[in-house]
């Protein structure tokens, strides 16, 4: 089995399958505040790659909160926990103060943004997109929402720059990688990532090619379709733990354990919040997954 290191495993605060729902799904929920929040502005961010471009961009001495799946960098731990980005307690959120929030696209749910709004708390909505481009657009709205559009400039800058050096690897790599993302198995089914999520976005971004067709969002997955889809590779998110799903759980799967990546035993788990956060490590992560994938084809 492959195992994938990443910079740091994730304190795990809710279960990552339900984090990997929140990356697949992107309702807006308010209209953007246009106005740059004052530099002293107590502010709360929701949604992991949010807060992470906060740090990047030197500003979180301004945070006094951030929600559950805000578990990088290991400092923003320390910062009160207002709670899952999909399942905000509006008064949770009061509770700390806020003068502003910063929050990824689709966190809700709405009934608490009506009340935060109706306590005018400026609220920025961001947008999510799971490639290069929305990574950057995400990263000149939250300096654009912090009055620091300059910084925000010089950051998105050099993460696409990162980006676009991680995804040339792969170029000459020949075929190309049939990658299964299973997100869970329950009662023996198999739930699986098809398009539009930031699973198929990363898998493509590293070379790989989803072995999945035919539906966007998580889905389970009959034994035939994972016979017919052949991955190469089984790519889960690494829990840690016995939240985990383990080799055994997964071999003894007879239509995966069928398949090239089962027969092979390749296997790659890696941090959920790295893998498919779509922020200023994804480059990074980009190039683990480029690697676990085709190894010395990678080039560089």
């Known amino acids: 089995m492959i195992q994938v290191c990443t910079l740091r495993r994730a304190m795990a605060v809710l279960p990552m399958a339900v984090m990997a729902f929140a990356f697949a799904l992107s309702p807006a929920l308010a209209e953007e505040t246009q106005t740059a929040l004052p530099k002293d502005a107590r502010i709360v961010a929701i949604g992991g790659s949010i807060t992470e471009i906060i740090y990047a961009l030197g500003q979180e001495n301004r945070l006094v909160a951030r929600d559950s799946t805000s578990l990088y960098p290991e400092a923003a731990l320390a910062l009160p926990d207002v709670g899952y980005m999909r399942q905000l307690s509006p008064e949770g959120v009061l509770s700390v103060g806020p003068q502003g929030i910063i929050a990824l696209e689709g966190s809700g749910p709405r009934e608490a943004v009506d009340v935060l709004k109706k306590a005018s708390v400026p609220i920025f909505m961001v947008p999510e997109r799971f490639d290069r481009d929305g990574i950057?657009?995400?990263?000149?709205?939250?300096?654009?929402?912090?009055?620091?559009?300059?910084?925000?400039?010089?950051?998105?800058?050099?993460?696409?720059?990162?980006?676009?050096?991680?995804?040339?690897?792969t170029k000459d790599v020949g075929a190309r990688k049939r990658v299964l993302f299973i997100l869970s198995i329950q009662g023996g089914k198999v739930m699986a990532s098809g398009s539009g999520t930031a699973a198929n976005g990363v898998i493509a971004m590293a070379g790989g090619v989803n072995a999945i067709e035919g539906f966007s969002g998580y889905k389970q997955l009959s034994d035939e379709a994972i016979i017919t889809a052949r991955p190469d590779l089984i790519l889960l998110m690494d829990r840690g733990g016995a939240n985990g799903i383990t080799q055994e759980q997964l071999l003894a799967n007879t239509a995966l354990a069928t398949t090239p990546a089962g027969t092979a035993k390749a296997i790659v788990r890696m941090d959920g919040t790295y893998l498919l956060g779509f922020g200023p490590r994804t480059g990074a992560a980009i190039r683990d997954l480029a690697t676990a994938l085709y190894g010395a084809k990678v080039r560089g």
């Open 136 to 169: 950057v657009d995400k990263i000149h709205a939250v300096g654009a929402a912090l009055g620091e559009r300059d910084k925000a400039l010089e950051l998105a800058a050099s993460v696409s720059a990162d980006i676009d050096a991680a995804e040339a690897l």
